[in-house]
């Protein structure tokens, strides 16, 4: 049997706690006392939560105005920092400045056409546009794959000339199959193939600890930020980081990087050899909670099954681009504007700072901490894309628009 948890309001962040329940509701259970109500009446109109998320500041050219959004990125941490508040009993979780931190630290600035980072670009192509992130110099050196011959220029140059003649489905599929990061620019209104979170019950946990032992197998963004907030609720996080391949938020910004993860333990582990694997298994193993952002197939390399490991009693949460069935790969920019995240203008332009990213980041904190009040194990799969294309709906509301 699920909870239906009571939502007060008909502000935007109150219609988004309602659409992310059906999805959480198999993990509330025994949630249901502790997080009987959450009152959203009184939220902000979306237009402030994003000026006040500093997406706003970060959306639209440099030189020119700073532009809304499509969608309700910012109303939707609210939701999700109420959902998780209400949940923990916690109330010294961060807002709607989440969005923007990353950015505010690095000194980044609104940069259309460009995304703000400066390794996503919209592309026109035949009849409609194209999200491509040359985030790394091997994306790069695909270029000349992708278009099927010597560049004889810059990478984005060729690239646009050859998107040009296609449609974005098509540059699309041909970046994807060569592991470049792409997707067809919105619209808002297309399908959903898979909820933003699809949960698979595991077997009875085999400890319930006061503080929940955390394994953070995840880089860059989405995943460490999940960590935080879980760190903040009063959970206890390893960091796990390959000596081959560490977290590349490391080669940012020095004070994000800690921001996401003061307050871990940080264990690096040379996979390549038997002592790292069976460090790795041991500490996984001992974990209430997993988070990861990696392949199946790639875990199981290194002799580590999720689904195993949920059916003996631990909490798996797995953030990928769109979902465990799928090899789709993505950035946070590039996903946000293939979802529908995009500047409020005329023209296709990107919004925010890799929204996908933190938006991801917070609605696998809220499935995780509700998963914690149950006595199962649970296999949590969470889809970037469809996290972001939640964000992204038009609100439908009354006259008020809050």
Request: proline share 6%; net charge neutral.
């Amino acid at each position: 049997m699920t909870t239906i948890v009571d939502v007060l309001g008909n502000t935007t962040a109150a219609r988004h706690a309602r659409a992310m329940q059906p999805a959480i509701a198999p993990l509330l259970g025994s949630a249901a006392e502790t997080c009987s109500r959450l009152d959203l009446r009184g939220a902000p109109l979306p237009q402030k939560d994003w000026a006040d998320s500093g997406g706003m500041a970060l959306t639209g050219y440099r030189e020119g105005p700073a532009l809304g959004v499509r969608g309700h990125p910012a109303s939707a941490v609210r939701a999700s920092m109420a959902w998780l508040e209400s949940l923990c009993g916690s109330h010294s979780l961060p807002g709607v400045e989440l969005l923007g931190e990353r950015a505010a630290m690095a000194g980044l600035f609104r940069n259309a056409p460009v995304s703000c980072g400066g390794a996503m670009r919209l592309l026109p192509c035949a009849h409609d546009h194209v999200a491509v992130s040359l985030a790394r110099p091997a994306d790069h050196a695909l270029v000349p794959a992708i278009v099927e011959g010597d560049t004889g220029e810059d990478s984005w140059t060729a690239l646009r000339r050859w998107a040009l003649e296609r449609t974005a489905a098509e540059v699309a599929d041909r970046c994807q199959l060569l592991g470049v990061p792409a997707a067809p620019a919105g619209p808002t209104g297309q399908q959903t193939a898979r909820p933003w979170l699809s949960t698979q019950r595991g077997g009875p946990r085999r400890r319930l600890r006061e503080r929940p032992r955390i394994v953070d197998l995840t880089s860059l963004w989405a995943g460490p930020l999940c960590a935080r907030l879980l760190r903040l609720t009063g959970a206890e996080v390893t960091k796990i980081e390959s000596q081959h391949r560490p977290d590349g938020a490391r080669h940012g910004t020095p004070d994000f990087f800690t921001r996401m993860n003061d307050g871990s333990r940080y264990v690096s582990l040379d996979f390549t050899t038997r002592e790292g694997r069976d460090q790795l298994h041991q500490l996984v193993a001992d974990a209430d909670v997993v988070l990861e952002a990696s392949r199946p197939r790639a875990l199981r390399h290194l002799g580590i099954d999720a689904d195993e490991l949920a059916a003996t009693g631990t909490i798996w949460l797995s953030i990928t681009a769109r979902g465990r069935g799928s090899d789709w790969v993505g950035f946070g920019d590039d996903i946000a504007a293939g979802a529908g995240l995009l500047a409020d203008s005329d023209e296709v332009l990107p919004a925010g700072d890799a929204l996908a990213d933190p938006l991801a980041g917070v609605h696998g904190a809220v499935a995780v901490t509700a998963a914690l009040r149950t006595d199962r194990g649970w296999l949590l799969d969470l889809s970037m894309h469809e996290t972001a294309r939640l964000c992204a709906r038009p609100a439908n509301l009354p006259a008020d628009h809050r």
